[in-house]
């Protein structure tokens, strides 16, 4: 199965659960590695356990800090990969998260996001960023909150909605309730989650886009700094 395929299948940016088959600107201490010319390392995948594709994961050095590119579906084995790759970093490096994801299964993305935290925890400065013309959906979202700062171009999008199970695309409430209390134990706007809910957002039927710069406007507390 292509992913192309695949993601039509389960619905674009599926979320799919575990176990189943701002201000503007570019200020801050990671600002200043933003434009910096890198050259990414790739690291090398696991090979697939299924028809569901690992993302890609890069490495590169910006400025002052590193850079690891998570670009595609988020499994088990990216999330097995990102761990590694946070535990041989030099202690205290700043760290930006770049993504580029439909979504995933969600108990790769929950330990990706706990990991985020520990390092942030730990000391470690943890931005998350998404560029223009980029989008980051479904689990990709609550990744992308676990950083701060966290950037975005305003054409980047980004997509919500209910989670889905792997083998059928079914949706759940529990699962449901449970990722929409993360994004906001996360930092996503209580305010604003009314607002996804209420437009259909987490019902299972509708898949909930906004742009960076319509985020920042929303006070939806998503993106933090938008990249001009």
Same mark, same amino acid.
């Given at each position: $199965?292509?992913?192309?395929?695949? *993601?039509?299948?389960?619905?674009? /940016?599926?979320?799919?659960?575990? &176990?189943?088959? /701002? ?8 600002? !200043? ?33 590193? %850079?690891?590119?998570?670009? &595609? ?22 760290? #930006? #998260? ?20 520990? +390092? ?9 960023? %998404?560029?223009?013309? +980029?989008?980051?959906? @479904?689990?990709? *979202? ?7 700062? =966290? ?8 997509? %919500? ?7 059928? &695309? =079914? ?7 449970? $990722? *929409?209390?993360?994004? #906001?134990?996360?930092?996503? @706007?209580?305010?604003?989650? +009314? ?8 019902? /299972?039927?509708? !898949?909930? =886009? +906004?742009?960076? !710069? ?8 998503? *993106? ?5």
């Amino acid at each position: $199965m292509t992913v192309r395929t695949l *993601v039509r299948w389960v619905g674009l /940016g599926a979320l799919l659960v575990a &176990g189943a088959a /701002g201000a503007a600107g570019t200020h801050g201490p990671l600002a !200043d590695g933003m434009a910096a010319t890198a050259v990414p390392v790739a690291i090398p995948s696991a090979p697939p356990a299924s028809d569901f594709p690992d993302a890609a994961l890069a490495r590169s050095e910006q400025g002052n800090a590193t %850079v690891l590119r998570v670009d &595609g579906i988020i499994t088990a084995g990216v999330e097995q990969r990102f761990a590694e790759t946070l535990r041989g970093l030099p202690a205290g490096r700043p760290l #930006v #998260v770049e993504l580029s994801s439909p979504g995933g299964f969600t108990s790769a993305g929950y330990k990706m996001i706990d990991a985020v935290l520990a +390092e942030r925890q730990s000391g470690r400065p943890v931005a998350t960023r %998404v560029r223009g013309g +980029e989008s980051c959906e @479904s689990m990709c *979202v609550g990744l992308y909150l676990a950083g701060y700062p =966290r950037y975005a171009a305003p054409s980047a999008e980004f997509m %919500v909605h209910a989670p889905r199970m792997a083998e059928n &695309g =079914r949706m759940t409430m529990r699962s449901t309730q449970a $990722m *929409v209390q993360r994004l #906001v134990s996360l930092g996503a @706007s209580p305010v604003w989650i +009314e607002r996804v809910k209420a437009a259909g957002g987490f019902s /299972g039927a509708v !898949d909930y =886009r +906004e742009k960076a !710069d319509r985020l920042t406007a929303d006070g939806a507390n998503i *993106v933090t700094e938008l990249i001009r």
